[in-house]
Nanobody
Framework: QVELVESGGTSVQPGSSLRLSCVASGRIYSSHFLAWFRQTPGKDREFVAGLRPSGNLYYSDSVKGRFTISRDGGRNTLYLQMNNLKTEDTADYYC????????????????WGQGTQVTVSA
């Protein structure tokens, strides 16, 4: 059983930076496609960033150039560095582990954390 626990969400002003963390209970980070999603009330979960075991990185157009996904295999931790935050980045952020291979669809992910809330407001 894999357990994911996110942390790092808080309230910040536009232009600020935050780093989200996701710690996994099992050693999955070296063999699975990992991703961050976000969700706002009434909307589906949106792909934000993804990381292949090979190290290839993927980003949504809305965060490209501002967010960076990375992992620390030794600590079994996935990170999302978020810079130059905008009000439209306000959401609950979730880390997730895919069933197999690359995907940007939430239905293709089998393990999810409980989410961490990020609020960006002036």
């Amino acid at each position: 059983q894999v357990e994911l626990v996110e942390s790092g969400g808080t309230s910040v002003q536009p232009g600020s930076s935050l780093r989200l963390s996701c710690v996994a209970s099992g050693r999955i980070y070296s063999s699975h496609f990992l991703a961050w999603f976000r969700q706002t009330p009434g909307k589906d979960r949106e792909f934000v960033a993804g990381l292949r075991p090979s190290g290839n990185l993927y980003y949504s157009d809305s965060v490209k150039g501002r967010f960076t996904i990375s992992r620390d295999g030794g600590r079994n931790t996935l990170y999302l560095q978020m810079n130059n935050l905008k009000t439209e980045d306000t959401a609950d952020y979730y880390c997730a582990v895919a069933r197999s291979g690359y995907s940007r669809q939430s239905r293709d992910f089998e393990h999810w954390g409980q989410g961490t809330q990020v609020t960006v407001s002036a």
